[in-house]
């Protein structure tokens, strides 16, 4: 469940307001009079999933007035419970478990801020994951794939895309790039320091590529937009792991660090593909659970934008799996 507060001047017309809100079908509601600042409350009680609608002509009908705010609140526990006689079984069946489009913009465009702390969980991730690649560690390289905040700021530009905002998808490339570029020189010194161990299977398995990598990529970003759009963080653990981002990244690092030109390539191409899956993936999700703009003219715009992002990213995807398919595995091993 989740409760939706509008607070707006007494001015505005009650009627309309009430009637757009009824569409939505809410569990209930309260109208409050207005307080000795001349403000009324609505409230709005909707079951999980419901609600966008009702945001949505709020807004429409409140845009051009001034001193209003919404507040969504998430509902931990109401009594009584609702029946379940409410619904049959087919509008059960048929009701979407999505998290609201204001919500989910809250979530993933904090993904997006390049900070110090994105900064400092990067460098620390790279030190772990190049540490842990070397000396053949499993354990330390999937704790690297955990505190590692680059899967952030690449589902933000697609949540961005598939939202046509031109500012989110901007931001979020700029720290997707810096996150990248960071793990890549604190890998390149402790490349040059320690020289690449080739006899550990954890870093030399960063540079077989194959058609299964490309699946496995976008399988884990599907599951991660996925898990975002429903309301399931949880699950992010999990594709944190599946996708592995930076320990491609600080294989690059230490192969350049050592002066393995070739071995740095590999591990770039497998790095790419990881990328460029999860965007399209995590597009191809968004797009599907109805992340949308509210507006027409916005939607007609970001119509654009998805269709500009799809070819891109297919284009891309589609030459990756190529080279990638034509690349043989090189042993290292004596």
Do not use: H
Request: aromatic share 6%.
């Amino acid at each position: 469940m989740r409760l939706i507060e509008v607070t707006f001047p007494d001015s505005v017309e009650t009627k309309p307001l009430l009637s757009a809100c009824m569409k939505a079908e809410p569990m209930d509601y309260r109208l409050e009079p207005a307080d000795d600042r001349g403000r009324r409350l609505l409230r709005l009680v909707f079951r999980t999933g419901d609600g966008q609608e009702a945001i949505d002509a709020i807004q429409g009908i409140l845009a051009n007035e001034e001193g209003w705010r919404l507040v969504v609140v998430p509902v931990e526990a109401a009594l009584p419970k609702p029946k379940d006689t409410e619904e049959d079984e087919e509008t059960k069946k048929q009701r979407k478990t999505l998290a609201l489009r204001e919500e989910l913009f809250e979530d993933i465009s904090r993904g997006a801020n390049l900070n110090r702390d994105f900064l400092l969980l990067t460098v620390l991730s790279a030190v772990v994951a190049a540490l842990g690649l070397n000396a053949n560690n499993v354990a330390a390289v999937i704790g690297a794939m955990v505190i590692a905040p680059l899967l952030g700021p690449i589902l933000a530009f697609s949540f961005g895309s598939a939202l046509g905002d031109l500012d989110l998808m901007l931001r979020s490339a700029r720290t997707a790039l810096a996150g990248l570029m960071v793990g890549l020189l604190v890998a390149m010194a402790l490349g040059a320091a320690t020289s690449a161990n080739l006899g550990s299977d954890e870093l030399v398995s960063r540079t077989f590529v194959g058609v299964d990598a490309v699946a496995l990529a976008l399988a884990a970003g599907a599951a991660a937009a996925l898990s975002i759009s429903t309301g399931i963080s949880s699950a992010l653990v999990g594709v944190m792991v599946a996708v592995a981002l930076l320990p491609p990244s600080a294989a690059v690092g230490l192969f350049i660090g050592d002066g393995e030109w070739s071995m740095a390539l590999r591990a770039a191409l497998l790095l790419a593909i990881n990328v460029t899956s999860v965007i399209l993936a995590a597009l191809f999700v968004f797009r599907v659970k109805g992340v949308r703009p509210r507006t027409w003219l916005e939607r007609r715009s970001a119509k654009r934008s998805v269709f500009v992002n799809y070819a891109v990213w297919v284009v891309c995807i589609l030459v990756l799996t190529a080279v990638a398919w034509r690349v043989a595995p090189v042993d290292v091993l004596p």
